[in-house]
């Protein structure tokens, strides 16, 4: 477990845009306000309105 400064440091140096967490863990973190975070425990509601379909892949041998 590192220090709460430890983090914030480490948010802060990597230059990270997305932070995928917990509640229980953003709770406790300084998260710089460039930095969007998403709390990977929370219900699914917020993902409604999106395709359930599975992404179109472009992606070839080469």
Do not use: K
């Not at 709460?4 to 845009?17: N, Q, T, V």
């Not at 973190?29 to 930095?35: E, I, K, R, T």
């Not at 998403?38 to 992606?59: I, R």
Request: charged share 15%.
């Amino acid at each position: 477990h590192y220090p709460e400064d430890r983090l914030a440091y480490m948010m802060h140096d990597s230059g990270i845009g997305l932070l995928l967490t917990q509640t229980s863990l953003q709770e406790r973190l300084s998260v710089p306000a460039q930095v969007h975070s998403l709390c990977l425990d929370q219900d699914g509601d917020w993902l409604e309105g999106y395709s359930t379909a599975n992404p179109v892949s472009f992606s070839h041998p080469l």
